[in-house]
């Protein structure tokens, strides 16, 4: 039998543990809020929601591959660029909303999963939320970011778990290609708060800061390697890999939310469920009608990706108002040289905690942080789209025309969708 130690070195191993940031992003995309909010969109428009997941694709995936060109042609995070190109209050304003969006996500998510733990083992919620937030913590902080992203890797396989629901349900699949390319939605306020929310929660803004930030923990992790710009001879190579990375990471991302959203259509939206407010309410309505197997499989995937997610959330804002405040940070850096990189993380982490325990109802602010997020993210692609047209900022190396392209197709349609939402 093999110990600890050798199960650790051959899953250190693996070609999974060598994949680069694009797969925590994707993955950390479909967090329990993301799930939350997908499950809505499934369950109270059925299968006419499933088109934001063929759009919403190639518009996330564009957007994160000029976020991590930056991050690897620069050798600095996204809120460093931004704060060299533009006036400091378009800095602070981003990261402010940033961080309030992150701690109330934060408190969505880990309330969500004490929530399906207790249903799953029994156990009082809050006492399961706090080991939850402990433990999570606790590994950001002591375990040095080269050990703990192999584990943030492999947790991505939980999404998989929502394919596999796909196999205890009824699904009918010529009506799901039907409508995945000709839905049928009226332009209402309601249908523009969902395409918001979900584009919000699929195209959001931490995400931005995120992978645009572990590519500089990469190349800070491989000693001997250089930005970009400093390194003529790597970047073929290294754009290469940044596009397939983050190219395949966003499918895998999309792929599980348009299961996501296609199970909830073809079970709660049946059944006259329509109205959703957690990803642990999806779980439990599941059981009747699709049974326990079900259940569990949506259920252990609200854990796996809430694992992930969560870390991001907290780290994507400890990266933001580092950069911006030029104070020492990152993942791999010990706790006494960057103490106010992991102060941010661990009050965003008890500030998500300590909402939990408060009257105010985190589902809804989740759902409107979404939607926020959705709000916020326009003119910070505005800002990423014009770092990454900048010769003054990324040299030779400025994102190609298509990738420019998508990137002010993104801003025009949240923009939109916001505007139709809020009028």
């Known amino acids: 039998m093999l110990s600890l130690r050798q199960i650790w070195r051959r899953l250190a191993e693996h070609p999974l543990a060598h994949v680069g940031p694009g797969l925590i992003t994707g993955a950390a995309d479909d967090d329990p809020s993301g799930i939350a909010t997908y499950s809505q969109a499934g369950a109270q428009f059925g299968l006419n929601m499933l088109w934001t997941m063929v759009v919403s694709y190639p518009l996330m995936a564009a957007v994160q591959s000029i976020c991590a060109r930056i991050g690897r042609v620069t050798g600095k995070g996204l809120a460093v660029n931004i704060k060299l190109a533009f006036p400091p209050w378009v800095l602070f304003a981003a990261v402010g909303l940033l961080l309030v969006a992150n701690t109330i996500n934060i408190a969505a998510d880990v309330a969500t999963m004490g929530d399906v733990l207790a249903l799953m083992v029994g156990g009082n919620r809050h006492l399961l939320t706090v080991a939850l937030v402990s433990v999570s913590l606790a590994t950001q902080v002591f375990v040095p970011y080269h050990s703990y992203v ?3 890797k492999w947790l991505t396989l939980s999404l998989l778990s929502y394919a596999a629901v796909l196999f205890t349900v009824h699904v009918p699949w010529s009506q799901v290609m039907l409508r995945t390319v000709a839905p049928r939605l009226g332009f209402d306020a309601a249908t523009a708060t969902v395409v918001v929310g979900v584009f919000g929660t699929t195209i959001s803004p931490y995400l931005f800061f995120w992978q645009c930030s572990e590519e500089v923990e990469e190349l800070r992790a491989r000693r001997d390697d250089r930005a970009l710009i400093e390194d003529a001879a790597a970047a073929p190579r290294e754009l290469r890999r940044i596009r397939w990375d983050t190219w395949s990471g966003m499918l895998y991302s999309n792929v599980t939310a348009f299961f996501i959203i296609l199970a909830t259509a073809v079970t709660l939206h049946v059944a006259g469920v329509t109205d959703i407010q957690s990803a642990t309410q999806a779980a439990e309505a599941l059981r009747p009608l ?21 870390p991001v959330l907290a780290g994507s804002a400890a990266y933001a108002i580092a950069e911006a405040m030029d104070w020492p940070g990152g993942l791999e850096a010990r706790v006494r040289d960057a103490r106010g990189f992991y102060g941010v993380i661990a009050a965003s982490m008890i500030g998500g905690l300590a909402l939990g325990f408060t009257s105010i109802n985190p589902i809804k602010a989740l759902f409107y942080s979404a939607v926020i997020n959705g709000v916020v993210a326009v003119p910070l692609t505005v800002l990423i789209v014009l770092l990454a047209s900048r010769p003054s900022v990324l040299g030779s190396y400025t994102a190609s025309r298509s990738s420019l392209v998508l990137g002010w197709i993104t801003a025009l349609l949240m923009a939109c969708a916001s505007v139709g939402m809020l009028l």
């Open 290 to 310: 699709a049974g326990d197997f079900a259940f569990y499989l949506f259920a252990l995937g609200i854990l796996g990706v809430g694992a992930v997610g969560v």
């Open 150 to 152: 192999k584990l943030l």
